[in-house]
């Protein structure tokens, strides 16, 4: 029988990996991420539902723009809540989104405006957790030695 091999060392405040055993709930980066998680997706929302002197022009396309915001609050919602599954974060961005989007668009909701929006939302959403559930799912059935 043969000792594992060591791990690399790193700074007390960094965990090794970010596994569930080794990622603390409450430790400095864990908290720092859901600071800055819940920081952009109130900077979502009010782009979202706030008037058009609220919305950057940061992209040269609408949709890319709703694109790139989606996909990054996925990413931040991944590193803030590790433990949660994806397909459930997921969903609730999706639903995050639906609600965003029928919201802002009350007075005339499924207009292709709409839609255009929706797609673009769920797109950057999926963009991001589809690698990351692959990825999550080929561990999970990979062979044990």
């Known amino acids: ?28 980066i864990a908290v720092a991420t859901r600071v800055v998680f819940l920081a952009a997706g109130l900077t979502v929302l009010v782009a979202a539902l706030g008037p058009h002197q609220f919305k950057p022009r940061l992209v040269g396309h609408y949709h890319l723009q709703r694109f790139a915001a989606w996909y990054l609050l996925s990413g931040m ?3 803030a809540f590790p433990r949660l599954r994806l397909r459930w ?10 609600g965003a989007e029928f919201t802002r668009a009350l007075p005339r ?16 959403i999926y963009a991001l957790m589809f690698p990351l559930i692959l990825a999550r799912w080929r561990e999970a059935v990979k062979p044990r030695p």
């Open 109 to 124: 909701p499924f207009t292709s405006g709409f839609k255009d929006n929706v797609y673009a939302d769920i797109g950057g």
């Open 1 to 28: 029988m043969t000792a594992p091999a060591p791990r690399k060392r790193s700074p007390d405040w960094f965990p090794a990996d970010f596994s569930p055993a080794s990622y603390p709930n409450t430790g400095p």
């Open 89 to 98: 974060m997921a969903l609730a961005l999706i639903v995050f989104a639906l």
């Open 77 to 79: 919602a991944a590193a």
